[in-house]
């Protein structure tokens, strides 16, 4: 198993990018998001990868980071979605963008994917809603946005302090997630600022 590469863009052709380490070129197939990624920021990279195996097929995926990756891996054991449907969803929603509509039951935003019809959609969700956590989602927005464990805490103990007051999983992570200027504010201050949104 190639857990990752780290090398030299040398061509990207179409959804491929042929990531040059040691003198071998690995024909990576990637999200449109990671292909914007490395258009914009440069030659040297680093890709988290999967290989898929089959018969008749032999082919190496690639992602940003180990979230999107295991995204991937959750999103091919959902009976009929294979790899290529797997990448067009990731092409369409963010990690957390797609873990919010499965929690929240949005077949909507993710049959936007291309391959992806109504009954797909639904289908993703019902296969995926246990292994999917509210709280995940919380952690996602917070590693996009910081680093920080301190914020991270803070946000946390907020989503916890919501759901004992009632509100359910998915509405507290998604107010929290929508709140800006969160530096250096503590637990009370964040649940203050997400409780003035809800009520």
Same mark, same amino acid.
């Given at each position: 198993?190639? %857990? #990752?590469?780290?090398?030299?863009?040398?061509?990207?052709?179409?959804?491929?990018? /042929?990531?040059? !380490?040691?003198?071998?070129?690995?024909?990576?197939?990637?999200?449109?998001?990671?292909?914007?990624?490395?258009?914009?920021?440069?030659?040297?990279?680093?890709? #988290?990868?999967?290989?898929?195996?089959?018969?008749?097929?032999?082919?190496?995926?690639?992602?940003?980071?180990? !979230?999107?990756?295991?995204?991937?891996?959750?999103?091919?054991?959902?009976? %009929?979605?294979?790899?290529?449907? &797997?990448?067009? /969803?990731?092409?369409?929603?963010?990690?957390? &963008?797609?873990?919010?509509?499965?929690?929240?039951?949005?077949?909507?935003?993710?049959?936007?994917?291309? %391959?992806?019809?109504?009954?797909?959609?639904?289908?993703? /969700?019902?296969?995926? +809603? *246990? $292994?999917?956590?509210?709280? *995940? /989602?919380?952690?996602?927005?917070?590693?996009?946005?910081?680093?920080?464990?301190?914020? *991270?805490?803070?946000?946390?103990?907020?989503?916890?302090?919501?759901?004992?007051? %009632? #509100?359910?999983?998915?509405?507290?992570? +998604?107010?929290?997630?929508?709140?800006? !200027?969160? *530096?250096?504010?503590?637990?009370?201050?964040?649940?203050?600022?997400?409780? $003035?949104?809800?009520?």
């Amino acid at each position: 198993m190639i %857990g #990752y590469i780290r090398g030299t863009v040398e061509e990207i052709v179409e959804d491929t990018v /042929i990531l040059e !380490n040691q003198g071998i070129g690995y024909a990576v197939k990637v999200p449109l998001t990671v292909l914007e990624s490395l258009r914009a920021n440069g030659s040297e990279c680093k890709l #988290y990868t999967y290989l898929y195996v089959r018969e008749d097929q032999l082919a190496l995926f690639g992602f940003e980071s180990r !979230n999107q990756l295991h995204m991937f891996e959750l999103l091919i054991t959902v009976n %009929g979605v294979g790899p290529k449907v &797997a990448l067009g /969803i990731l092409s369409t929603l963010t990690v957390s &963008a797609l873990m919010m509509a499965i929690v929240s039951q949005d077949a909507k935003a993710i049959s936007k994917a291309p %391959g992806i019809g109504a009954k797909s959609a639904q289908k993703v /969700i019902l296969e995926l +809603k *246990d $292994k999917v956590a509210a709280e *995940d /989602i919380l952690y996602q927005e917070v590693s996009a946005g910081t680093e920080r464990v301190e914020e *991270d805490s803070a946000l946390h103990d907020a989503y916890l302090a919501l759901v004992s007051l %009632g #509100y359910e999983a998915s509405d507290a992570s +998604k107010v929290l997630s929508k709140l800006e !200027n969160t *530096d250096g504010m503590d637990s009370e201050m964040i649940l203050k600022q997400a409780l $003035k949104k809800l009520l």
